[in-house]
């Protein structure tokens, strides 16, 4: 079975600052697809980054880049220069296929200080 | 862009009684899912359709859950006999066939059982 782990469940930052949010993830499965998402306090869920299980490349995606270490199973997502608006949770999925289902994170809220 | 539309926003039921959410998934998409969130909790999935039929489903579908697509553009998940256990956040999402596109999601149903 498929399991992801976030184990910063709060996590602060100071604005213009980089921070790194953890993803390791667990699967015996060759091909997967690895999913970020931001969940302000408004509720609805954004999808921020992709990354492919056979991508070589780390997938970026304007401030948002993912540190993907297919060996050690991790997916960090790196925001850079943090803005206020980026304070949500942000929650790490991945799927096995397309149109499988996605399993989640539990979730790391991400507090942005001025 | 085409979005995933959820109504209502918020729902407020009886114990006891059926409830009926409403998703209208991106028009072009094939797969589609839901999802429910518990406050403060991680996203959990309950089912996957696919070709008018359920592909996927979670252990917390049981027979008081239901899905259906009526025509061509609704998805609708019922429960038949609420608990006060379902009061959570529900999300309808959609997805192309291609693996490197990810689940669009509705802003949610907040359902709360009294």
């Known amino acids: 079975a498929q399991k992801i782990t976030q184990t910063q469940p709060g996590m602060f930052v100071q604005e213009k600052e980089a921070v790194t949010l953890d993803c390791t993830y667990d699967t015996s499965d060759q091909s997967y697809g690895l999913f970020w998402y931001k969940q302000p306090s408004s509720g609805e869920m954004i999808f921020l980054i992709y990354q492919g299980s056979y991508d070589e490349q780390n997938a970026t995606e304007g401030r948002y880049s993912l540190n993907f270490q297919k060996a050690r199973k991790s997916a960090n997502l790196v925001i850079s220069a943090s803005q206020l608006g980026d304070s949500a949770m942000y929650f790490c999925a991945m799927r096995k296929d397309r149109g499988q289902n996605f399993v989640f994170g539990p979730g790391t809220r991400l507090s942005v200080l001025p | 862009e085409p979005e995933v539309t959820q109504t209502p926003s918020h729902q407020v039921t009886q114990m006891g009684q059926e409830v009926i959410l409403r998703c209208v998934p991106i028009s072009n998409h094939l797969y589609f899912y839901w999802y429910r969130q518990i406050l403060g909790q991680k996203v959990e999935f309950l089912v996957s359709?696919?070709?008018?039929?359920?592909?996927?489903k979670s252990e917390i579908f049981d027979d008081q859950f239901s899905v259906e697509r009526p025509d061509g553009s609704n998805f609708t998940l019922k429960i038949r006999s609420t608990k006060l256990e379902d009061s959570a956040m529900y999300f309808c999402?959609?997805?192309?066939?291609?693996?490197?596109?990810?689940?669009?999601f509705g802003d949610g149903t907040r359902l709360s059982i009294l």
């Open positions: 999402a959609s997805s192309s066939d291609r693996e490197d596109q990810p689940q669009h």
């Open positions: 359709f696919y070709n008018n039929e359920i592909s996927e």
